[in-house]
């Protein structure tokens, strides 16, 4: 009897993983802007009845009939992409998505980076021109985007080709999540994440939703909301909106088609930063709220 009651707890964690769980999960995963396609497989395969829509947002439909609302997060991030392969060997990158912060670019300087490559993950280092070798006493400035180079252990552009490194490859920092403290939580675009995480876990409860309920895992947050306006226009109008962390911008083009809004705004302390961070204990109680707000509860 202890061992089959054992096995019953260990299904019900794994068919509803904890809010903390799937924040330190998501946290992990690499979305740039334009580029959320792996991620939105990982929450096809999390969550029954999951699908894609024609933006390429991971939609979840509970429920019939009126109200008909919305639920939504965004899954993207911003990064870079290849631009260019510098001396048969070093990549340049562009910036995707909207500036997070003014040392966005500098925070990259020196760090493990991820190239998205079509063979897979590829290692590498992001790097910046030697400010030792600056002569007639210019002064150093901070590194832009222009002047990121990355360095992935080729020695030629057949070295880049067996790699499966093509330009427009997304880059990205290498994820490694870390919680200290209080059961806080940090990682590249923490908030993000964990707010998609407290959705999950909500709809991963099951909630009985009180009408329809469209929930909607945004690509394109950083590219003028591009995957929520599209959501809206495919799905909606609604006559009320819940959006969980989301930076929108111009809500007033489809203020008519969002219906009634409010927000589950999740906290982040250094925001924009490699070290962003979240609270796990809010993720939860975000999460929570979610299923009353499906539920219909006040």
Known sequence: MLSFG???????????????????????????????????????ALMPGAVRDRAGNAVVKLGTGSPKRLVACPIDEPGYVVGNVK???YLTVRRVGTLPS???????????????SRSGPV???????????NRGGVPSTSATADELVIEVGAE?????SA???????????????HRYGKE????????????????????????????????????GSWIRDAGLFSAVNLHGPFDQTALVR??????????????????????????????ETVALAEVEQIAQQIVNWIGGAP
């Open 6 to 44: 054992v096995s019953l707890v260990l299904v019900q964690a794994i068919q509803i993983p904890n809010p903390s769980q799937l924040a330190e999960r998501f946290a992990g995963m690499t979305a740039v802007a334009g580029y959320e396609q792996a991620m939105v497989d990982s929450l096809l």
């Open 102 to 116: 003014p040392l966005f670019d500098q925070w990259h300087e020196g760090r493990r980076v991820t190239v998205w």
């Open 156 to 160: 030629s552009p057949a070295d880049l």
């Open 184 to 219: 806080l939580l940090a990682a590249p675009s923490a908030g993000q994440r964990a707010a998609c995480a407290a959705l999950a876990a909500a709809i991963l409860a099951r909630p009985r939703p009180r009408g329809s309920v469209v929930a909607v895992f945004a690509v």
């Open 123 to 133: 290692p590498g280092v992001m790097a910046v021109p030697s400010t030792h070798l």
């Open 246 to 275: 989301y930076p929108l911008t111009d809500m007033e083009a489809a203020r008519g088609a969002f219906g009634q809004v409010e927000r589950f705004n999740l906290a982040a302390k250094y925001p924009g930063t490699p070290v």
């Open 163 to 177: 790699l499966g490194v093509d330009l427009l490859s997304p880059v990205a920092l290498v994820k490694a999540p």
């Open 87 to 89: 001396e048969g060997k």
